[in-house]
């Protein structure tokens, strides 16, 4: 089942598997009232898990839930690097002693409108479960 928001359907979370893929890091770019920053910021941080809905990834600054970001990802052993439309839905701290907090990103619907992301993108997480899960 998946939950309505502003009268889109959004994927419900246990219907995404969790890929705990070792190496995976992204860039993050907050928005501004004018849109996307233009640049990626130099720093990466490491992803915990992910799947076609969204993202759990390690961070030292706190992020504010709510804020859009747009997330470029690196798989190990992946050539692409999507880039992915999403909102910061929930940050905590963080146990261990690496980072400060663990933060959780909910991925855009996937379709043709300006804040979804691209059907290519949904392809993508198809193609690496089915890889990753086999």
């Known amino acids: ?15 995404c598997k969790r890929l705990k893929i070792p190496g995976t890091t ?11 920053s233009r640049e990626y910021p ?3 941080y490491p992803v915990l898990d992910i799947s ?3 993202l759990r990834f390690l961070t030292n600054e706190r992020p504010k839930v709510g804020l859009p970001v747009e997330v470029k ?3 190990p052993e992946t050539e692409q ?14 146990l261990e002693k690496s980072y400060r907090y663990q933060t959780g990103i909910m991925f855009n619907a996937y379709g043709k409108r ?17 890889e990753h899960l086999s």
């Open 81 to 94: 690097q999507p880039e992915i439309k999403g909102v910061i839905r929930w940050v905590s701290r963080n």
């Open 73 to 75: 990802i690196s798989i």
């Open 1 to 15: 089942m998946a939950y309505v928001v502003n009268g889109r359907p959004i994927m419900e979370k246990r219907e």
């Open 52 to 54: 076609k809905g969204g």
């Open 114 to 130: 300006k804040k979804d992301n691209s059907s290519e993108i949904l392809s993508f997480f198809e193609l690496l479960e089915q």
């Open 26 to 36: 992204l860039f993050y770019k907050k928005t501004n009232k004018l849109g996307y």
């Open 42 to 44: 130099d720093e990466y």
